[in-house]
């Protein structure tokens, strides 16, 4: 009885964090290997690399699923590297386990909500609060705890209990060596859980640890304990990225990734709401003028927002009275969590980007830094810090109250506080909720369409080496790339599950440069050289997947390539012969042009198919150039800010036409095509002062002939009495050049021809060279 009495509170807590879980997410806790928390876009793709990488790979490091036939290093594919492994060598003895992998990881997103409420509890008892304070700020700031979101695609990041166990830890072990090996454990645990999320909690916990060790007066005698408390933090850092270096086989990964400057915080996303019940409330009185951004939210509720205002006041009046506050030192008075909110903060600033916002070359000084493409997350131990700090002021406030007589007040504060910050955040979780419930789990035959049944019975995995979805989608080197798809994403992840036959599209992050030219090349037209046929290792043909939806005429030529073996409403499968798909329609192009040539009319030394058709066509040759795609001259210039190809004064385009805007562009050197950069058609309305664009994004080009790639746009105008401008825009501090060559602006039904000198034919744009008989 007296051990009961003892333990109520963690009885009581426990007993209301499981009824918490099972108000919200029974139906998933009970059966988790029936749900997916999402089909779409990171979500599916990191459901798939991780299930793949168990069921189908034979390598512990390197994962086949995607990028084919290169694969991918398995830290590179947000897998949950360590799980993914640890299934992946239980299924060795155990080989069914990996029928219910997917409900593993889904019970482990889950049940870390449960474990934060009870780690929370033991942080805050670390530092003395109450105990049924703590239980009441434990939940609250759970429940509120910001990466509830990622559990619907970020999934590796969703694990809300890792920073407050890791601070936890390392406060044990500030005072006993025997959380020494824990603490590494953890700390390594975590960056092979997400690199990105174990780097949040070691910039974290590194930096509570040089400022703790400052403050220590005898230093010279704590070095010692100091120092293994920095080789638990390090050690795993080092080995992290020493392990990637000497495993990873591919090369050329980009050293200038884009985003750094895209997902920053700022001070509104950590106090100001972004779900009801205040939020509405705050967009009407605002007029919807505030924009948070989505990677930083960090709210912590309306208490600590209000409380955070006070203390700032109090402390602003206190600087002009020149006179101390007994209540701020109240407030401040342990040392512990004084050094973890100036850490927090310190991490905090770095999540605005402070200092590289304001003096962007800094990030030239430490390139490293470019990896984090979204430091907005970087925000959440700061939430966790900044939360447990209120939770202690309002501990202290308690106490002061209990002493002046008022407890009952005090309680009832309190209460209200806890309350109201689970009132907001209960909207959090039923969006969870739903969300996590709505997709059964796709790599169970059994929850799949009857149609994607009947498609997975005409396929044998043996008689197939990858798979090719269309639209065709590529995505991880930035530099070549295809927009994705979700319905050719979730349909060639399904297929390629059930079958093990691996994808050559990717949805992944930093992939090799070449080799994400080279899988994004098989969409370029056929007349133009493939690379990667060199590195397919056998003659197996593909599997083709078409969706249904609008195709390029790329893509449509290669699905007619091969032959049909299922079609239905929402699926279709193809099988392509390699023979068929390097075959090239050059001749096919070539004899149709000779046939229809007295057909044609010449202007301008063209051959068109329209005589009164208007075009235009810019070789640069006024220009010279040691780089250019034809002839002599090309277009040079340094790819930041507005580069202009071509100027059009007013009645020179048709309002009821519609025309294509190519150009070649070089994609040779690093960084050519790629950071925002973008081919816009604008158009300037002089007499209402207004500006139109038309923008296309050279990084996505599917045709590629060598280092250059051609940049194709259909554009209308709104009037034909307004200017148009072709140009191209980088970001200012873009230092890589631009070369350009061959602009052809024309209708989009009509056919532009011309014999080239050195025995090609110039066909809309594109260079078609002489198979057999060339040109009399």
């Not at 098989?522 to 990667?532: A, G, H, Q, W």
Request: hydrophobic content about 45%; proline content about 4%.
């Amino acid at each position: 009885m007296i051990s009961l009495k003892k333990n109520l509170t963690v009885i009581s807590l426990f007993t209301i964090s499981v009824l918490f879980m099972l108000g919200f997410y029974g139906d998933v806790v009970f059966q988790p290997n029936d749900y997916m928390f999402s089909q779409d876009g990171d979500g599916i793709k990191n459901y798939f690399t991780y299930a793949y990488h168990i069921q189908h790979d034979s390598s512990l490091i390197h994962f086949q699923g995607m990028n084919y036939p290169y694969g991918e290093h398995y830290l590179y594919t947000d897998c949950h590297p360590i799980l993914a492994n640890s299934f992946q060598l239980a299924s060795k003895l155990f080989p069914s386990i990996t029928n219910y992998s997917i409900g593993f990881l889904n019970f482990a997103m889950l049940l870390s909500i449960f474990l934060t409420f009870l780690i929370l509890y033991m942080l805050l008892r670390e530092f003395e609060l109450r105990k049924w304070i703590a239980v009441v700020f434990s939940l609250s700031i759970g429940i509120l705890a910001p990466q509830i979101f990622r559990i619907g695609g970020h999934l590796a990041l969703s694990y809300s209990l890792a920073i407050p166990w890791s601070w936890w830890l390392l406060l044990k072990a500030f005072n006993n060596r025997k959380y020494y090996i824990p603490l590494f454990i953890n700390n390594f645990f975590w960056m092979f859980i997400h690199g990105y999320l174990g780097i949040i909690i070691l910039f974290f916990l590194i930096t509570l640890s040089i400022i703790h060790f400052l403050a220590q007066k005898e230093k010279k005698l704590q070095i010692s304990h100091y120092s293994k408390i920095f080789a638990s933090l390090i050690l795993p850092i080092l080995f992290f990225f020493l392990f990637t270096k000497f495993t990873d086989t591919h090369t050329e990964r980009t050293t200038n990734p884009s985003g750094f400057f895209l997902y920053n915080a700022e001070l509104d996303d950590v106090f100001l709401p972004h779900h009801s019940p205040i939020r509405p409330w705050l967009d009407k009185i605002t007029n919807n003028s505030i924009n948070l951004q989505w990677e930083a939210w960090s709210y912590m509720g309306v208490a600590v927002t209000l409380l955070s205002i006070s203390l700032l006041l109090v402390f602003l009046y206190q600087l002009i009275r020149r006179k101390k506050s007994k209540y701020l030192l109240l407030f401040f008075q342990n040392k512990t969590l004084n050094y973890s909110i100036i850490a927090a903060f310190i991490v905090l600033i770095f999540a605005m980007a402070f200092p590289f916002k304001q003096i962007p070359a800094l990030l030239d000084v430490f390139p490293i830094l470019k990896q984090f493409r979204a430091t907005g997350r970087f925000t959440w131990p700061f939430y966790f810090v900044w939360s447990v700090f209120a939770a202690y002021v309002f501990n202290q406030i308690y106490i002061l109250l209990t002493k002046k007589g008022k407890q009952v007040i005090a309680i009832i504060i309190i209460g209200f506080i806890g309350l109201f910050n689970i009132i907001e955040g209960w909207s959090y979780h039923q969006e969870a909720a739903i969300k996590i419930s709505q997709t059964l789990n796709l790599f169970k035959k059994q929850n799949l369409s009857n149609e994607m049944q009947d498609a997975l019975k005409k396929i044998n995995s043996n008689d197939y080496q990858a798979i090719i979805a269309l639209p065709f989608y590529y995505y991880g080197s930035e530099s070549f790339a295809r927009p994705a798809s979700q319905k050719a994403l979730r349909s060639s992840t399904i297929i390629s599950y059930h079958t093990g036959i691996p994808i050559v599209e990717a949805m992944l992050t930093r992939t090799s440069i070449t080799e994400s030219k080279k899988i994004v090349q098989l969409v370029s037209p056929d007349f133009y050289p493939k690379e990667i046929k060199a590195d397919f290792p056998n003659n197996k043909p593909l599997l083709l997947i078409n969706t249904g939806e609008e195709l390029s005429e790329n893509e449509k030529a290669l699905w007619n390539k091969a032959q049909t073996i299922y079609n239905s409403k929402d699926i279709k499968i193809a099988s392509l012969n390699l023979n068929d798909l390097w075959e090239s329609s050059a001749e096919d192009i070539i004899n149709n042009y000779k046939e229809n040539l007295s057909q044609l009319y010449n202007r301008h030394h063209f051959m068109v198919s329209d005589s009164l058709t208007y075009f235009f066509y810019d070789d640069f040759e006024t220009s010279p150039s040691d780089t250019s795609y034809r002839g002599k001259g090309a277009f040079h210039s340094i790819k930041r800010g507005k580069n202009t190809f071509a100027e059009f004064k007013p009645n020179t385009f048709d309002e009821n036409a519609t025309y294509e805007a190519s150009i070649w562009m070089f994609n040779g050197e690093a960084d050519a095509l790629n950071l925002w950069f973008r081919f816009i058609i604008e158009e300037y309305d002089p007499v209402a002062n207004k500006w139109y664009s038309t923008t296309y994004f050279p990084e996505f080009a599917e045709t590629i002939n060598g280092n250059w790639s051609l940049i194709k746009g259909q554009f209308k105008v709104h009037s034909q009495k307004n200017w148009i401008y072709i140009v191209s825009k980088g970001k200012n501090d873009s230092k890589a050049t631009l070369h350009a060559d061959d602009l052809l602006i024309r209708e989009i039904n009509t056919s532009i021809y011309k014999e080239q000198p050195n025995g090609s034919l110039f066909f809309n744009n594109d260079r078609i060279n002489v198979v057999s008989t060339p040109f009399p």
